[in-house]
């Protein structure tokens, strides 16, 4: 048999992936205080909720018998589109199987803090590196980092050299990020202060992640999929097409995202 013929025959094929997901951590299991968040959320970002995909995160929660099916109708009027749930009893995992959808394990409380928390081992000064505007700048402002061969980290700003590839994820959760090369298309880059992008921006990125809305948004050459400024979205198609391609910062401002070209 050819190896055309046996190509033929498979329908499909199992691959593992990494995809960018938005993850709803809940806080509270009432369904109607959950609508007049999103009721207000949509107000402020309408791009966001847009069929977006969603994993409801219930680890938070006390509560046995959530009503998980509301929960989803709630979301899905505002369209937004729970795909999964992470954490919860057993009662809440079947409930997830129930109406079709995944269930993930809930994240272990010293892993979660080991991911949230930027070990400085020793220190050392930083090296100035140019910035988008071509005026050098101190890539980490003088903090005292943890050297690496392409990933530096201090305790308020995180210095990554390379590329962030689809599916790749890069956080500095309590301070700035500043990636030296490009975001491709599918990968993630978060930050808890600014994220600088020293290259394209063709992926995901979300500043301010704990709500500083001071937070901002700089890179070379602006093709993001996702723009986040403490929660307050835009999408590529949401962009001025006058933008797309050229160096851009994103800041919140008049209770929205503004984005202007970057002098």
């Given at each position: ?52 995909p969603v994993v409801l995160g219930v680890e938070k929660l006390d509560a046995p018998n959530l009503a998980l099916e509301r929960i989803c109708a ?190």
């Amino acid at each position: 048999m050819s190896l055309k013929a046996d190509t033929a025959d498979v329908a499909f094929t199992f691959k593992g992936g990494m995809l960018p997901m938005t993850i709803m951590e809940l806080s509270s299991a009432d369904p109607e205080q959950i609508r007049q968040q999103l009721q207000g959320k949509l107000v402020q970002s309408p791009a966001f909720f847009q069929h977006t995909p969603v994993v409801l995160g219930v680890e938070k929660l006390d509560a046995p018998n959530l009503a998980l099916e509301r929960i989803c109708a709630v979301c899905r009027e505002h369209k937004l589109l729970p795909v999964a749930v992470r954490g919860g009893t057993d009662p809440v995992r079947q409930s997830a199987w129930a109406l079709g959808l995944g269930w993930f394990a809930p994240v272990e409380s010293d892993r979660a803090r080991r991911l949230a928390s930027v070990a400085v081992d020793t220190k050392e000064a930083s090296t100035p590196v140019d910035g988008p505007g071509g005026e050098s700048q101190a890539a980490d402002q003088q903090q005292h980092s943890t050297p690496a061969p392409d990933d530096q980290q201090s305790a308020s700003t995180r210095l990554y050299r390379g590329t962030v590839r689809s599916g790749q994820q890069v956080s500095a959760a309590e301070g700035d990020l500043i990636v030296i090369g490009a975001v491709n298309a599918g990968a993630e880059v978060l930050a808890g202060g600014s994220i600088h992008i020293y290259g394209p921006l063709r992926g995901r990125a979300l500043a301010g992640i704990h709500g500083n809305l001071s937070a901002g948004i700089y890179c070379r050459e602006l093709k993001a999929e996702l723009l986040s400024v403490a929660g307050n979205y835009k999408r590529l198609e949401d962009v001025d097409l006058r933008l797309l391609g050229e160096p851009a910062q994103v800041h919140y401002s008049s209770e929205q995202l503004e984005i202007k070209p970057l002098a």
